[in-house]
């Protein structure tokens, strides 16, 4: 008797995240950007942006203007999230024909950036459980940690490493469904999700910043 019963897992609900790497020349661009503006108050004071956030972050700075002069940096945006919109969408409509989730036959999906702003986290602060509003993904690459961090994570005793982590969450607990999934700040990690998915950022002890930059998309 053959074993062979052409077993497929087919998960139609669940939510997707997508990873990507955030090109080495983009992430550079972004931090020395980022340096100038934090080097005058003036400019920080101006991009406050925190009266629209959920966390308790040092320095919070709007850079959706920054985000549009950087072309490099809104064409990786853009691919990221198309490519998203296309593989959910074809793998949801063609859950049964594996080749074809990885067609990305209509190319004529535009994409929109709502906001972005850049976090420069230091020993202590954290973004509680929160999701965004007004688009249709949330995003985050991670820019800069800080030098003693790798060290702290290994020497983190609890149950799961959180120190300084992004969490996501999700309110089902079953048997194939995890809700919660932790990622490790890794400079030019880059994550995009739905915008809707509760999200958190766990505290840190290191002297130094954890810097990333967040952004909203939505299709136009």
Not at 192 to 214: D, E, N, Q, T
């Amino acid at each position: 008797m053959s074993n062979d019963h052409d077993l497929r897992l087919v998960a139609p609900f669940s939510p997707t995240i997508i990873k990507a790497t955030m090109p080495p020349a983009v992430v550079e661009a972004l931090n020395a950007r980022a340096d100038a503006i934090v080097a005058r108050q003036d400019e920080v004071a101006a991009r406050d942006w925190s009266s629209h956030l959920a966390g308790a972050v040092s320095t919070e700075i709007r850079f959706t203007d920054v985000i549009g002069e950087m072309p490099d940096l809104t064409d990786f945006l853009y691919d990221v999230a198309r490519t998203y919109s296309y593989r959910c969408e074809n793998a949801l409509m063609h859950f049964s024909d594996y080749q074809r989730t990885e067609e990305l036959a209509d190319k004529t999906l535009r994409i929109e950036i709502k906001e972005g702003w850049v976090n420069d986290m230091v020993a202590g602060d954290y973004n509680p459980a929160h999701f965004h509003q007004g688009c249709l993904y949330s995003s985050v690459g991670f820019l800069r940690i800080p030098e003693g961090y790798e060290r702290e994570f290994r020497a983190d005793k609890a149950r799961q490493n959180t120190a300084g982590c992004l969490q996501f969450i999700d309110s089902r607990s079953a048997v194939g469904v995890k809700n919660l999934f932790t990622v490790k700040p890794v400079v030019g990690d880059f994550y995009l999700w739905p915008s809707w998915m509760l999200h958190c950022v766990y505290p840190f002890k290191s002297p130094g910043v954890r810097r990333s930059i967040a952004v909203n998309l939505a299709l136009a």
